[in-house]
């Protein structure tokens, strides 16, 4: 078993495990879907660009993704904001093929879902389908930087940002020895990381490609400048997206998938993405 | 077995009346509350007294007695939620208050075993708590009885009613703060601590008035944060970054999800800190204080007055959040205040309670691969540095490490018990270790994570769980009972000379206290996870206890879960007696 964070004291997960099985089918997910007139979509909360609530609203690229892929199902989308759990093991099974265990109930489909071969192995509840983009980490400066591309060793003594326990966090944190640790910022997210470079907090910040694209677009005089080149010794690659739906619903899967389809064929995904300001890349898996 | 020294009552128990304590119109003041261990026709705390050591001066039920006892009734707490009933029960003018896991609390007639009402707190469906849905206790006070809920609330309750008289949010759940443990009521005030998820949390110590819910002080306990008293700031809890780097401290962690102790004779509460954040110890070089500590606070002003660090620079989440549980004694020669803690990392702890002096530390499991012995002098660990969990410094499966005790600890949150007749304290223990690796395929919000992957297993052939007698003054175990099953649950020792713990095969099972022979048990239907009490009443000794499977073990798989994969849920309060002569 694989968890993220050693820290809890009790873990919840799963009663599961031990008792109940998953339910028995329904046997047309797609069916149902289409005669409720709503797809129920489960979003992280407080991730953005990717999906945040404002003023009682969803925002954000996987809030718009949700709702084009109601339009093709021809039913209305409603989006869940739900909190993160310590790992995407948890999110799969609060969100996608059990519910939480206070009466939360469960999604049709989930988005922003990891699209891993290893994951796939373990999680048997689940199917993965339609990697939709492929997330990397950044870098990015503030206006005062002269030079971006510098080796991060350069921003010693400088405010680094980065949100908290994250890889870009554990990245400065151990960066040549612990060299930036006392230089380093905490942020709640990837996307504060970023805004952090607009109004002084920090010079050099860490986050996701997304992340950062998606404040520049916010903040077009801030003078924000993306780094280009690669960050030294970074831990990851970069990671596919995609979407999850519960084992007994390929049929509405297969649907959604097909529809993620005709959205990147015709256009409509990168539209939506450049909306936020964040450049679409394919997924690897996709382009095999 | 002789006396190895002398225990003193301390003031608390003064020699009052022994009888059944009259039902006051008011109910319990906190002078009654104070005075909880001297009077057995009740119990009004937690712990059944401020030093919570779980012992009774009741002595009709007994060694020579106990085979006979037997079941008065069983009461269902109804519904769908049969799991992790980790609570203990409160007695007081014939009525029960006991709480359920989903933060539910219950008040039953405790002659009849009727129910009088039930509360269900109306809990947002989207929380995920992030310490499984048990909750461990209530507290009373005059009319009110008041129990913390999982969406971070502190309700308190009309006894006579179950209807709302207050209802104070402690913290964000949607920042994954959440509450489970027994508050703590000293001086008209109700003191708790926080819980909650692992990252951005800072754990505290607030006192609120018992009447209104409001905020009298409040204590951070990781160094840099600002206290409070009555709004005004209260001085900073150790010194800015001298055991942090950078701004890790404003997320430092140390969680105070137990609760705490009380000693009227020091006027001090003592909580015990959780660990550290992040995770990965290697991120935050130094001690980090105060995580993975007991501390010592003012009951008056929530002022630190001294603190001790079972595991600095943890690296293995070991909490430091064990009960610390004062008790008198004389050491060589000299009678002195002293309190005691089995600490998750798998030594128990006697300090000086007066001023944190570490008097002895022996370890009270099998195995502790992390650290050989403490030392006395530094009152520091003697680590492994082989065994400390590695750096998470590259996109590989990292070496594993073979950690013992395991992160669930050598004890968990399970409170043990101390008998004032042996001298002797009575810890719930698990003998377990985990491989621990750095994972890199892992995945948090959505996003790239390193993680760590970790196994729990068994380290002996016939037992995880064991009961241990130990001796505080010499570290000696004096007896110990194994059982097949992690032990989870609450000790309970009387005058009786008996012990009283569950198990998660289903027993309430009482022991020789002296010798630890196993002298009765009963099968509750389900797994024994909360703490057991005794009290008098109509002339004759009760025993009560909760049933129902849950917790935190019945996560894990592997080996562990074979040792209690036939074991169903439940949620059942149970009372015994003896029969009627």
Known sequence: MSRPVLGRREFLASAILFAALPSTANAAPLEKVKDLGVL???????????????????????ADIARTLAEALGVRADIQLFLADEDISDDLRNVVWRGGLLGFQ???????????????????????????????????????VGNCEAAPAAFKGRKVAAELASIPDFYLLGYAGGTLAKDLIHLPTGYGAAAALTDGTADFAVATTAQIEAVVKDHPDAGIKVRKGPLPMMMSPGWDIGIAVKENARNLGFALDEAIEKMIANGRLAAIFAQHGVAWKPALAAQA | MKRRFSTLIAGLAAATSLAAAPAIAGGP???????????????????????????????????????????????????????????????????????????????????????????????????????DVVNRGAAIHGDKVIFATLDAHL????????????????????????????????????????????????????????????????????????GTLKGQPNGMTGKLNASWTGDLWKTGGGATWLGGTYDPSTNTVFFGTGNPGPWNSHLRPGDNLYSASTLAIDVDTGVIKWHYQTTPHDGWDFDGVNEFVPFDATIKGKPMKLGAK???????????????????????????TWANGIDLKTGRPN?????????????????????????????????????????????????????????????????AYLG????????????????????????????????????????????????????????????DAKTGAELWKFQTGSGVVGSPITWEQDGEQFVAVMSGWGGAVPLWGGEVAKTFKEISQGGMLWVFKLPKQ
């Open chain 1, 40 to 62: 129920r979509v489960g979003l992280y909360a407080d991730n953005r660009p990717w999906s945040w609530a404002e003023g009682g609203k969803a925002m954000g690229i996987d």
């Open chain 1, 106 to 144: 469960p999604c049709d489909v989930m988005l922003h879902v990891p699209f891993d071969r290893t994951l796939m192995q373990q999680e048997n509840n689940v199917v993965f389908l339609s990697p939709y983009y492929r997330e990397t980490f950044g870098a990015a400066c503030s206006r005062e």
């Open chain 2, 29 to 131: 003041t906190s002078a009654d509350i104070v005075n909880d261990a001297a009077t057995p026709g009740d119990v009004i705390s937690y712990g059944m007294g401020p030093w919570q050591q779980r012992f009774s001066t009741l002595d009709k039920l007994n060694t020579q007695n106990v085979t006979k006892l037997i079941p008065v009734f069983g009461a269902s707490l109804g519904g769908e939620k049969q799991r992790g009933q980790e609570a203990q029960p409160l007695v007081y003018d014939g009525t029960i208050y006991v709480t359920g896991s989903y933060s539910r609390l219950f008040a039953f007639d405790a002659r009849t075993g009727e129910k009088k009402w039930e509360y269900n707190a109306r809990l947002p469906d989207g929380i995920m708590p992030c310490c």
């Open chain 2, 155 to 226: 309700v308190a309750l009309d006894r006579h009613t179950g209807k709302v008289l207050w209802n104070k949010k402690t913290g964000e759940y949607q920042a994954g703060y959440s509450a489970t443990a027994a508050p703590l009521i000293v001086k008209d005030m109700v003191i708790t601590g926080n819980s909650g998820g692992e990252f951005g949390i800072v754990g505290a110590v607030q006192a609120r008035n018992v009447d209104t819910g409001e905020l009298v002080w409040e204590r951070p306990v990781i160094e840099g944060h600002v």
């Open chain 2, 342 to 368: 089995a600490d998750r990392n798998g030594y128990f702890y006697v300090l000086d309670r007066t001023n944190g002096k570490l008097m002895g530390a022996h370890k009270f499991v099998m195995q502790t």
């Open chain 2, 383 to 447: 680590y492994v540095p082989e065994n400390r969990p590695g750096a998470p410094d590259a996109a590989v499966k990292g070496k594993s490490v073979f950690a013992s005790p395991s992160f669930l600890g050598g004890k968990n949150w399970m409170p043990m018990a101390f008998s004032q007749d042996t001298g002797l304290f009575y810890v719930p223990s698990n003998d377990w270790g985990m491989d621990i690796w750095n994972e890199p395929i892992a995945y948090k919000k959505g996003a």
């Open chain 2, 452 to 511: 760590a992957g970790f196994t729990i297993k068994p380290i002996a052939d016939d037992h995880i769980g064991a009961l241990r007698a130990m001796d505080p003054t010499t570290g000696k175990i004096v007896w110990e009972y194994k059982n097949k099953a992690p032990l989870w649950g609450g000790v309970l020792a009387t005058r009786g000379n008996l012990v009283f713990t569950g198990t998660p095969e289903g027993f309430l099972k009482a022991f």
